[in-house]
């Protein structure tokens, strides 16, 4: 949120520099993220001055140049070429000097410099209007006021505004400082704590007054819960053009663009007030009627953008007689607007849900500063006055008189709040006691009334433009940010208890886990829960009320938000991925939800890069398999099962389980997918169970053993099998075999084709065999060995290559 220092100081004479005055805003919990100058005129004027023409001469290598002498104020007047046709002696003309920056229309900066012309030396230049940013016409130079002193900066000719703008990082729970009004009331707070006493100053309107009752428009709110309040006035005989500069200026400095008059008016209270107000062209009101209601879900309407909306049952609407004119609080209709044809208008201050207006703006997504108001409470007590702070400024601005009475619809008054503040809660709450009378000047100031005051407490009446101060806890809030967090002491000794955690505790799995990747070269990535309804599934849970349709549905796989980042990083020429993820989905069940915790791991590319010591090699299925084991291994689960996977989003895949519950999935994922996301390079994809391997590891028994003393013997096969035999089926057996001295079983060759019989492949696997008590001895290794080839021999038809 922007906020002008110029358009402050009309509501608080204050003369601090805006430096300071955006550090005691920053106290107040009003964060102010930057200051930044605006100048209404782009370099603000600096370097030109009034000069006074006093002779110009043909120039005598140019027919289109005169040569002219211009006094400056100076000693000695400058000569100046100039090319404008209208250029004559005794002007007093804008003269830029020497070293003085102007601006093309499209902001580029040029410097005047010292040079000549066709052979005539120029010591400046006599500008236009479109030169110096004051307006659009080139056709020759400006002719100032005759009796404008040479010397003069045209900075006070123009009357050029310098102003400082405060960049706020507005919370939402602040709607009360919607406006330069609502800073200026926490300002004036914050002051008061530094016993620096300044009069809130609130523009009058004393003056408005009904000129005559020629347009009456009847007004109807057929939803009062939508629209508590409703007002409007009617403005005849206006007349429709540019705003004058101060209008302008103080909008450009908020980063507005001005349109005309009676909208830039009904911006500029906006943004002064926090009410927001509408103006429709009374001509266009079919009926002399307003009906504030709702409409049939489908109903189609036009909004000034030129978009087509179908609208939703519950959007309420501004209609006359015969059609819908403007999305209530939210974006107004084509149809129905000021235009430079306009002559008299009905002018709207209203009171909406924030609810439903929130609910109806995201409906649409559209976000207008209106719809920002609305949805976060504005102060319904403002209404009329706002109606009758604007109507005073079009009157004054575009003419017109006010030509009905003001309809102010208003059947039911909300109650203010009520609460009752104990001493002893703020102490406990702060942990610092102030002093009473402080509590009191402090809720004072916030224009929260103390009703009664007893020895525990105060009784306390809520003024309605706090629509966030509905607690006691809410009112100590709101004394600590005006009494200043900088202003409570911090102990000396601090006290904190010790959490007795398991060592099982998921966020401590994860950290070892996420550590076991990141030294493996792994990135951790946090992607969105939400994704397009393009993945929606029959247990996918839908957003009531999406940001847009492409975040629409909760996720109900890791996949496709997963594969969104990789799609990302290879649009970015990334392709060397290796990324894991903590997340959840999200499913429908038996009428409810549930949440199901997983860890995902993508890989793609090559898993490691060219080096002069060892080429590149890609990805494959074979690197991810590792890498879930070196998972499984770190958390302590070595009991698993493996089996084949059948699912339509892997081209091939293997499931890890134990007792039948699966822990991980994981492989290749299909080419459809990768489709999906217009990714062209494989991908491996590994999905685990997150809550299933908590469960798993937390009965898990970690043993502890000495390191052994005596020498490990390896020894080798090279087994001719059938094509058809995996090595799970080696793998069981050579356990099945030898359960003691058996420590590891190790496939470190495969082989198919030539020279081999049809139907076979050759396996070379490595056993290691260890005594933890002794040294092996050859008879007994060879003893082993002997009892192993035999059982592949029986078993697998197995022969020795």
């Not at 070196?630 to 134990?658: K, M």
Request: charged share 25%; aromatic share 8%.
């Amino acid at each position: 949120m922007k906020i002008s220092y110029n358009w402050l100081k009309q509501f608080l004479q204050i003369d601090w520099d805006a430096q300071k005055t955006g550090e005691l805003l920053t106290d107040l919990g009003l964060e102010v993220e930057g200051i930044t100058d605006f100048e209404s005129v782009k370099g603000g004027l600096k370097g030109i001055v009034v000069g006074h023409v006093l002779t110009c001469e043909q120039h005598p290598n140019a027919d289109r140049l005169k040569v002219t002498t211009v006094d400056v104020g100076q000693e000695t007047p400058l000569q100046i070429v100039c090319g404008a046709p209208n250029v004559a002696a005794g002007q007093k003309v804008p003269v830029a000097t020497i070293g003085t920056t102007l601006y093309t229309p499209e902001g580029e900066a040029w410097v005047i410099k010292k040079g000549k012309i066709r052979g005539e030396e120029s010591q400046g230049m006599i500008c236009a209007e479109d030169e110096i940013g004051i307006g659009t016409s080139h056709a020759g130079i400006m002719v100032l006021n005759e009796e404008l002193v040479p010397g003069t900066p045209c900075a006070k000719v123009f009357d050029v505004e310098n102003d400082q703008v405060f960049e706020i990082g507005l919370t939402p729970n602040r709607a009360d400082a919607m406006s330069h009004f609502g800073v200026a009331r926490d300002l004036k707070a914050g002051l008061e704590q530094k016993e620096i006493s300044k009069e809130l100053v609130t523009p009058s309107t004393s003056n408005f007054s009904i000129d005559n009752r020629s347009l009456k428009i009847d007004v109807e709110v057929k939803d009062v819960d939508l629209a508590p309040r409703y007002c409007g006035v009617t403005i005849s005989n206006l007349i429709v053009q540019d705003s004058p500069d101060w209008l302008k200026n103080r909008l450009k400095a908020i980063g507005l663009s001005p349109i005309n008059n009676v909208v830039d008016v009904t911006n500029y209270v906006l943004h002064e007030l926090g009410q927001p107000l509408h103006a429709f062209d009374a001509t266009k009101i079919k009926g002399n009627k307003i009906e504030v209601k709702t409409l049939p879900a489908g109903t189609k309407f036009r909004t000034l953008d030129d978009v087509e909306r179908e609208l939703h049952e519950d959007d309420l609407m501004i209609c006359d007689a015969e059609k819908p004119m403007c999305i209530a609080g939210v974006f107004g209709g084509i149809n129905s607007g000021v235009t430079e044809h306009t002559t008299s208008i009905f002018l709207e201050s209203a009171y909406f849900d924030p609810i439903s207006i929130r609910k109806t703006a995201k409906r649409h997504g559209l976000n207008t500063d209106a719809s920002f108001r609305f949805e976060r409470g504005i102060d319904i007590d403002v209404t009329k006055y706002a109606l009758k702070r604007a109507a005073l400024l079009i009157r004054e601005i575009a003419g017109g008189f006010v030509t009905s009475e003001i309809v102010d619809l208003f059947p039911v008054k909300p109650k203010e709040r009520q609460v009752f503040l104990t001493f002893d809660k703020i102490n406990s709450l702060i942990g610092q006691e102030i002093p009473r009378d402080t509590i009191k000047s402090i809720l004072s100031s916030l224009e929260i009334k103390i009703n009664n005051v007893t020895e525990s407490g105060l009784g306390l009446t809520i003024p309605h433009y706090r629509v966030d101060v509905t607690r006691e806890v809410d009112v100590i809030e709101e004394i600590l940010r005006v009494y200043g967090y900088n202003n409570i002491d911090f102990k000396e000794k601090l006290n904190a208890s010790i959490a007795k955690t398991s060592r099982f505790e998921n966020l401590r799995v994860q950290h070892i886990t996420g550590n076991t990747l990141a030294a493996m070269g792994f990135f951790e990535i946090m992607t969105n829960s939400l994704v397009s309804s393009d993945f929606k599934t029959e247990d996918a849970v839908e957003m009531l009320n999406p940001l847009s349709s492409d975040l629409s549905v909760l996720r109900t796989s890791m996949l496709q938000s997963g594969l969104q980042t990789v799609s990302y990083n290879h649009n970015r020429q990334k392709n060397d991925l290796k990324l894991f993820e903590f997340g959840k989905t999200y499913h429908k069940n038996n009428g409810g939800q549930d949440e199901k915790q997983h860890l995902s791991i993508f890989i793609s590319g090559d898993h490691n890069s060219d080096s002069w010591t060892v080429a590149s090699r890609k990805t494959d299925f074979f690197f991810l398999k590792g890498i879930v084991e070196n998972v499984l291994e770190r958390l302590g689960i070595n009991n698993y099962d493996t089996h084949p996977l059948s699912d339509a989003s892997y081209a091939e895949g293997l499931q890890c389980t134990l007792n039948n519950t699966p822990l991980v999935s994981f492989g290749l994922v299909s080419k459809s997918e990768l489709k999906n996301f217009d990714i062209k390079q494989e991908v491996f994809f590994a999905d685990f169970d997150w809550d299933a391997i908590l469960a798993a590891i937390s009965t898990t028994n970690v043993a502890f053993k000495e390191i052994p003393k005596f020498p490990e013997v390896t020894r080798d096969f090279a087994l001719l099998l059938d094509e058809s035999t995996t090595f799970q089926k080696v793998y069981d057996i050579a356990w099945n075999t030898e359960k003691k001295l058996l420590k590891k079983v190790n496939l470190f060759d495969v082989y198919t084709g030539k020279n081999l019989p049809e139907g076979k492949k050759s396996y070379a696997v490595s056993f290691t065999l260890m005594d933890d008590s002794k040294t092996l001895t050859d008879k007994q290794i060879d003893k082993i060995m002997g009892k192993l080839l035999a059982q592949y021999q029986n078993e697998l038809g197995a022969e020795l290559r």
